[in-house]
């Protein structure tokens, strides 16, 4: 049996592959990387939290997709920006030694502290679910020291006669026996509050974010293009 080829209809042929690729083919790439990328995003939430201990939100949205589009069929999963510095996740990321937090910074020019300060770590005060300082409990403490930007703020000796009840607050001086850090004295009895060192906070490589991210794109991505191509199907005539 012999076939025979039109060369008409072999060109129209031609031309619908070509109207395919240049009309649904951008949109099929862009759609399955998209897909992938949405992929490595939600995974990524699901790596900080193995990796980290109860992280905040902050951490937990920490990064976004630029989306691919038409005309430029390049989707990312990036970290959001830092008003100042490298972002901390970078740290984890690949090792190091760990930047001085907005808090650390602040303790260090207000506390009267004889010794330098790189890190501050809780001791008994109290602490949110994430393990950060809690906010109320660092003000009273600034208050207590004498620390706070607004003097009116910060505790009087009138005011410790008047609630002889309240702890007292204090930094030791550089020769005394007690360790580095701030205190709280209530009835004679000493509560270390806040730990301080010269020393700044150094992390092994934990958070294995590019690596993690590749492997999980190179996973999901033929799902991705079935879906992307499933999607473009009804539209293809």
């Known amino acids: 049996m012999d076939a025979t080829i039109n060369r008409a209809d072999l060109a129209a042929l031609s031309q ?13 790439t862009r759609w399955a990387l998209n ?21 905040v939100r902050f951490t937990r949205n920490a990064f976004w997709v630029r989306k691919a589009t038409r005309d430029n069929p390049v989707a990312v999963v ?5 008003v100042v510095g490298k972002h901390y996740l970078e740290v984890q990321q690949e090792g190091g030694t760990r930047r001085q937090t907005r808090i650390e910074k602040m303790l260090a020019r207000r506390l009267p502290y004889e010794g330098l300060i790189q890190s501050v770590l809780p001791a008994s005060i109290r602490t949110n679910a994430a393990g950060n300082i809690a906010p109320g409990a660092l ?4 208050s207590g020291v004498g620390a706070q930007t607004d003097r009116n703020q ?8 008047r609630n002889p009840r309240r ?10 026996h007690l360790s580095p850090g701030v205190y709280a004295e209530r009835a004679g009895e000493l509560t270390k509050m806040l730990h301080l060192s010269e020393m ?13 991210g590749e492997t999980v794109a190179a996973r999901a991505a033929p799902a991705a293009v079935e879906r992307a191509l499933a999607r473009a199907l009804p539209n293809i005539r």
Do not use: C, W
């Open 167 to 176: 702890a007292r607050f204090f930094v030791p001086d550089a020769d005394s």
């Open 78 to 82: 990036e970290r959001k920006r830092m």
């Open 200 to 212: 700044a906070p150094t992390y092994r490589k934990r958070f294995p974010m590019e690596e993690h």
């Open 154 to 161: 910060n505790t009087t000796d009138a005011s410790r006669r």
């Open 139 to 142: 003000q009273r403490l600034l």
């Open 35 to 55: 897909d992938m990328a949405f992929g490595v995003h939600a995974e990524n939430k699901r790596l900080i939290d193995r990796v980290f201990d109860n992280p």
């Open 16 to 28: 619908r592959f070509r109207d395919i690729e240049t009309r649904h083919l951008p949109d099929v």
